[in-house]
């Protein structure tokens, strides 16, 4: 049986030019997809429940699994153990605010972006719940916070001993991550104080 081709596509209730840079669509960029972006209400109601047209198989771009040659798996865990530090530190000052911290070779701009394990028996339950109209009544689930070995952010990082500056830029990059998601932030006032001291100790 021939395999389907894969449509990729991205649904956010956010302004369209946001969500065509989206960090989860980077992947798909660096490898020359093409993605099909939709930014209505309706769109994240209705594409779930479209899986194929003719030849062609709908995937969420944050779903897909792209094949990646062994190469490119062994420098992954290469530098997962060279961030593991930063990874740990990251994940000591967000605490519950994220499931855990990792890297990725998915993003090539961005510094980080959120990632739901749909394997998590919370993301489950939520879903669960949501199709029960009880969505309301369940806790958000905590995401993982992916980040970019490549960018210089994190590797200035990585090398840095400024552990109040870590703290700070581990929040700011969270609340990034969040915002491109189309989310909320819990503390705008604590985001634009820790990035006012990150900008007064980079001038």
Do not use: C
């Given at each position: 049986?021939?395999?389907?081709?894969?449509?990729?596509y991205?649904?956010?209730?956010?302004?369209?030019?946001m969500?065509?840079?989206?960090?989860?669509?980077?992947?798909?960029?660096?490898?020359?997809?093409?993605?099909?972006?939709?930014?209505?209400?309706?769109?994240?109601?209705?594409?779930?429940m479209?899986?194929?047209?003719k030849?062609?198989?709908?995937?969420?771009?944050a779903?897909?699994?792209?094949?990646?040659?062994?190469?490119a798996?062994?420098?992954?865990?290469?530098?997962?153990?060279?961030?593991?530090?930063?990874?740990?530190?990251?994940?000591?000052?967000?605490?519950?605010?994220?499931?855990?911290?990792?890297?990725?070779?998915?993003?090539?701009?961005?510094?980080?972006?959120?990632?739901?394990?749909?394997?998590?028996?919370?993301?489950?339950?939520?879903?669960?719940?949501?199709?029960?109209?009880?969505?309301?009544?369940?806790?958000?689930?905590?995401?993982?916070?992916?980040?970019?070995?490549?960018?210089?952010?994190?590797?200035?990082?990585?090398?840095?001993?400024?552990?109040?500056?870590?703290?700070?830029?581990?929040?700011?990059l969270?609340?990034?991550?969040?915002?491109?998601?189309?989310?909320?932030?819990?503390?705008?006032?604590?985001?634009?104080?820790?990035?006012?001291?990150?900008?007064?100790?980079?001038?």
């Amino acid at each position: 049986m021939m395999r389907k081709k894969e449509i990729y596509y991205i649904t956010g209730k956010m302004a369209l030019g946001m969500l065509k840079n989206s960090p989860t669509l980077e992947r798909f960029k660096a490898k020359g997809n093409n993605d099909i972006v939709l930014n209505q209400h309706i769109d994240t109601i209705v594409m779930p429940m479209v899986t194929e047209y003719k030849e062609y198989k709908f995937v969420n771009a944050a779903d897909a699994k792209l094949d990646d040659t062994e190469e490119a798996k062994e420098k992954e865990e290469e530098l997962a153990k060279e961030y593991e530090g930063l990874i740990s530190e990251f994940k000591s000052t967000l605490g519950d605010a994220v499931t855990k911290v990792e890297v990725t070779t998915d993003l090539t701009d961005s510094p980080v972006a959120l990632k739901i394990d749909k394997e998590d028996p919370s993301y489950m339950m939520a879903q669960m719940m949501a199709q029960m109209g009880q969505g309301g009544e369940v806790p958000p689930v905590k995401p993982i916070l992916q980040i970019n070995p490549n960018h210089e952010i994190l590797s200035k990082l990585k090398d840095s001993g400024d552990q109040n500056l870590i703290n700070d830029a581990a929040h700011v990059l969270l609340d990034q991550a969040k915002l491109f998601d189309g989310m909320e932030l819990d503390d705008t006032a604590g985001f634009v104080a820790r990035l006012n001291r990150i900008m007064s100790k980079a001038l």
